[in-house]
Nanobody, 119 residues
Framework: QVLLVESGGDLVQPGGSLRLSCAASKIYFSLHAMAWYRQAPGKQRELVAAVTPGGSTNYADSVKGRFTISRDNAKNTVYLQMNSLKPDDTAVYYC?????????????WGQGTQVTVSS
């Protein structure tokens, strides 16, 4: 059974930084696109950042220049470095692994980690 385990969520003051990690097991990690999503109370889940198997990245406009996604295929881990955090970044952050094989698409999710930005 595929397992994605997030860690690193915390309470942080505005302007602060956090680094989230997501460790994957029982998947061919290097073949999956990896992404971070977030969901704030009363809002829909939204894509924050993604990295392809080849290392290309894309970001939500709201986090460009502040967040950085990276992956370490040797450790089966994806990271999200978050700087200059704002109260609007408060949400549960979820790790996602995605792979498309022919016409089939596979998605796996972690349990989420809470990030709270508040003074």
């Amino acid at each position: 059974q595929v397992l994605l385990v997030e860690s690193g969520g915390d309470l942080v003051q505005p302007g602060g930084s956090l680094r989230l990690s997501c460790a994957a097991s029982k998947i061919y990690f290097s073949l999956h696109a990896m992404a971070w999503y977030r969901q704030a109370p009363g809002k829909q889940r939204e894509l924050v950042a993604a990295v392809t198997p080849g290392g290309s990245t894309n970001y939500a406009d709201s986090v460009k220049g502040r967040f950085t996604i990276s992956r370490d295929n040797a450790k089966n881990t994806v990271y999200l470095q978050m700087n200059s955090l704002k109260p609007d970044d408060t949400a549960v952050y979820y790790c996602n692994a995605h792979r498309k094989v022919l016409k089939n698409e596979y998605d796996y999710w972690g349990q989420g980690t809470q990030v709270t930005v508040s003074s």
